[in-house]
């Protein structure tokens, strides 16, 4: 949880170690915005420190900073160093986001980069609240909230760059700040405070999405490499998901446009079909043909092309319809790992988190802090 901030404190010094270095992670460095020339923050009161712990310069209400080569302009006047450290008071904003800890301001070559340094439980509770509903169960977010640390300590343990650990977006896990993160998730975050998920001994790759629809997926089906803990597994508790059963009304034209971005130019005879399964029944294969032209391909590839908002699994059936294709499937996401709704509805029937974990992640073993 986001400790409250009284007031600015004097310089972090030291605590702005990539956690990977300290015993158990404390913070964790989160890249929000990179290789923009500007960037925005807004706090009451703001305060800057440059690298020798020297007061570099403060500001009331709104500061724009910009990359001048390997240096910094503060507030389009004063020339600063190429590296700062900002607090805010009684918080401080970056962009659009609220950021829970203070936030470093490095430029590099005309670049500017702004690092949050989140206290590692309220980046955790920031990741889970952007992937889960408020109304889950306590005991799902709690097991989410282990999946996205167990991520989270593997990453700062590999730093992306010597100046941050992971980045904000998908590419790691979502970190949208501090707003809307409800107690709840805070709540999840710190009652398993510093626990993760382990498979003989090494850090466990805790995938996770939102509805496998009946049935998780093999990681080795999935993604062509086997991981012993992430095997399909039955699954009736998803059942009440809103995406557990699902239809996509594909209109001809999107369905040509489709064929066209995977190399296939569209004519009068288009057709999209499966054609090859997984052993849980998702899409393997698609083939797209026209005229002379076929393409077999992934079905991944396909549900990329055709939109994942759209074609929420593999687990579905593609049948041409006049004037469209009918597309109906099961579920939403990849399918590999903890299914979150999966999860809730373990929850909702008593299962603990850990059971939960237990369950998604065969044969881990679950350690840490939290008693
Ligand atoms: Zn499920």
């Not at 500001?59 to 910094?72: D, N, P, Q, S």
């Not at 294969?285 to 026209?290: D, L, N, Y």
């Not at 055709?306 to 929420?312: E, H, Q």
Request: charged share 25%.
């Amino acid at each position: 949880m986001a400790p409250t901030r009284p007031g600015i404190s004097p310089h972090p010094g030291a605590d702005v170690a990539s956690p990977s270095r300290t015993a158990g992670p404390r913070f964790i460095r989160v890249l929000l915005s990179g290789g923009t020339s500007g960037v925005v923050l807004e706090g009451e009161t703001i305060r800057a420190w440059g690298v020798d712990g020297s007061l570099a310069a403060d500001a009331a209400g709104r500061v724009t900073l910009a990359a001048v080569g390997e240096r910094i302009r503060w507030n389009g006047s004063r020339l600063l160093g190429g590296s700062l450290d900002v607090a805010g008071a009684p918080d401080l904003r970056v962009g659009n986001r609220k950021v829970a800890g203070r936030v470093r301001i490095l430029a590099r070559k005309g670049d500017l980069l702004a690092v949050a340094v989140e206290p590692f439980e309220a980046y955790v509770a920031a990741v889970v609240s952007r992937e889960a509903s408020p109304r889950f169960h306590p005991e799902a977010l709690a097991a989410l909230a282990v999946a996205a640390r167990t991520y989270a300590v593997g990453a700062a343990a590999k730093p992306r760059d010597p100046a941050y650990d992971v980045v904000a977006s998908v590419e790691d896990q979502v970190f949208d700040g501090m707003d809307g993160v409800a107690a709840v998730f805070r709540e999840a975050a710190d009652r398993t405070r510093g626990v993760v998920v382990r498979y003989r001994g090494e850090l466990a790759r805790t995938v996770y999405h939102s509805t496998c629809g009946g049935r998780t997926e093999d990681a080795g089906s999935a993604w062509g490499k086997d991981v012993p803990y992430l095997r399909a597994q039955l699954c009736v508790d998803c059942a009440d998901s809103p995406v557990y059963r699902w239809e996509y009304r594909m209109p001809e034209a999107e369905g040509r446009r489709v064929a066209k971005a995977l190399g296939v130019p569209p004519g009068r005879d288009l057709r999209i079909a499966v054609t090859g399964r997984t052993p849980t029944g998702r899409a393997s294969r698609v083939r797209v043909s026209s005229g002379g032209v076929s393409r077999e391909l992934q079905a991944a590839v396909f549900r990329k092309a055709a939109g994942y908002a759209k074609v929420r699994s593999l687990k579905m059936e593609i049948v041409p319809a006049a004037g469209e294709w009918r597309i109906t499937g099961e579920g939403w996401g990849h399918g590999v790992g903890m299914c979150q709704y999966g999860a809730n509805g373990m929850a909702r029937r008593g299962a603990g988190f850990r059971e939960i974990l237990a369950r998604y992640y065969p044969g881990t073993v679950i350690t840490g802090e939290s008693p």
